[in-house]
């Protein structure tokens, strides 16, 4: 195996280790690599836009005087665990533990935000509904409102060390973490971050 070659096969070995017999791999071969200037320092790494499955590059780059870089081919195949529906989910749908499923698969054939763990999905609500069978995406899902529009909340206004509490309406749907509108009971509108459910905090 040439060194180039190598030092790619080196770089995977290494970040694949965690996944065991779950991952395997195979080395292209870049052409010309005879024509390389000796070089006694290469370096490995994946460049941007790369992901370590399916198709994909690692960069061989020469650190000393030599200084060149080479692209390495290598197909990655990664069995990973992910959560498929059971059943049609309607948008808005809060999901639970017999909605998905666990299944296994090949990495490259999912999207990058598949969901891996269930604790990802359970408890999330669905955006535009999901059909059966299909792998769950976490792009698809969102935190349960915790403040929804039109409903009466508390406001938490922290300053100096000191909390004042006072009602108001909401004037938008938020999660926890939020930014959210509301209009005092003196008719004006101020704008904190959901803490909890049916709570505004406003201030430090």
Excluded at 49 to 57: E, F, I, K, S, Y
Excluded at 77 to 93: A, C, D, F, G, M
Excluded at 105 to 118: E, F, M, N
Excluded at 149 to 156: F, G, H, Q, R, Y
Aim: net charge neutral; charged share 20%; aromatic share 4%.
């Amino acid at each position: 195996m040439h060194v180039v070659v190598r030092s790619a096969y080196d770089f995977l070995s290494a970040k694949l280790a965690d996944h065991g017999e779950r991952a395997s791999f195979e080395m292209g071969t870049p052409a010309s690599l005879d024509k390389l200037a000796p070089c006694k320092r290469l370096t490995a790494s994946l460049p941007p836009g790369n992901r370590l499955v399916g198709q994909t590059w690692i960069r061989v780059r020469c650190e000393d005087a030599a200084r060149w870089t080479v692209m390495v081919p290598a197909t990655i195949r990664l069995t990973v665990s992910y959560w498929v529906t059971t059943k049609v989910l309607p948008p808005n749908h809060t999901i639970d533990a017999t909605d998905i499923r666990e299944e296994s698969g090949d990495a490259a054939a999912l999207p990058s935000s598949v969901v891996s763990k269930p604790e990802d999905a359970i408890g999330r609500v669905t955006l535009a509904g999901e059909m059966a069978g299909v792998p769950l995406n976490a792009d698809h899902l969102r935190a349960p409102w915790l403040v929804k529009a039109n409903e009466t909340v508390k406001i938490l206004n922290v300053s100096a060390g000191f909390e004042i509490t006072s009602e108001g309406r909401s004037l938008g749907n938020a999660s926890k973490g939020q930014s959210v509108t509301v209009r005092t009971q003196s008719g004006s509108t101020i704008t904190g971050i959901v803490s909890g459910e049916r709570e505004v905090r406003v201030g430090n």
